[in-house]
């Protein structure tokens, strides 16, 4: 059955210039033309719209584009493997959070690896206690998300534990799919007050909430990757 853009547009309530865009990207199959020139979209292209529409939110649009551009070729394992790899790593940020909200609730940051009681450590303490490369603290600093203090000898960074709330904060979110509610929670954080702890918890609460968030809109982006690989009759 041939389908006209402008009711594929008005179904999934997205622009007709915005399934062009998509087809212009490689992320749905080229489409057939009429003798007039106008696009012919079908129910595998239908498929694959929805497919974007429900993967995106959960997986980020670049890796909703590699996983379907993969299910173009056929190449259905290796599709396959970058959903997983998008949802372990979903799952390890997750249990990082719930650490992480725990910790927080407890008033200690002892769950840090060695130097974790300090009252002061270096970026680079810090770095290998959070398994956060320095030059994205370095960064976030620069961008006005967390603040350092200078040691009066050597002027080098250093972060006491209270600074360090806002990077392990940061930390639980530092991978997550780029949203306005994302955006949001980084910028509650670069606000927050070093030694409101109370703000911190909810923070902490709230980036829990988004994540499993998340892993919802990723269980149903992976329902529409099924039903269109079912369609193309990739799987059984």
């Not at 299910?71 to 992480?100: C, G, K, M, P, W």
Request: aromatic content about 8%.
């Amino acid at each position: 059955m041939n389908i006209r853009p402008i009711d594929i547009a008005t179904k999934l309530n997205i622009s007709t210039s915005a399934l062009r865009n998509y087809e212009a990207q490689g992320i749905v199959p080229p489409t057939k033309r009429s003798a007039s020139g106008y696009r012919i979209y079908t129910e595998e292209h239908i498929a694959y719209f929805e497919c974007i529409q429900a993967m995106a939110p959960g997986f980020g649009m670049d890796v909703t584009k590699d996983v379907l551009c993969k299910i173009q070729s056929e190449e259905v394992d290796t599709a396959l493997r970058l959903v997983n790899q998008v949802q372990a790593n979903l799952y390890r940020d997750t249990i990082l959070a719930e650490e992480t909200f725990h910790v927080l609730a407890s008033n200690e940051l002892n769950f840090l690896d060695s130097g974790g009681s300090k009252e002061w450590m270096t970026i680079g303490e810090v770095s290998a206690a959070t398994n956060i490369p320095s030059s994205t603290i370095r960064y976030w600093e620069k961008i006005g998300l967390i603040t350092s203090s200078r040691d009066s000898r050597n002027r080098y960074r250093i972060f006491n534990q209270s600074q360090i709330r806002k990077i392990i904060l940061l930390r639980t979110l530092r991978p997550a799919v780029y949203t306005y509610d994302l955006v949001g929670l980084k910028q509650a954080i670069g606000a927050m007050d070093h030694n409101d702890l109370e703000h911190a918890k909810k923070i902490a609460q709230d980036s829990l909430a988004y994540l499993n968030n998340i892993n919802q809109e990723q269980l149903r982006g992976g329902y529409y990757l099924y039903r269109l690989c079912r369609l193309l009759d990739l799987i059984d």
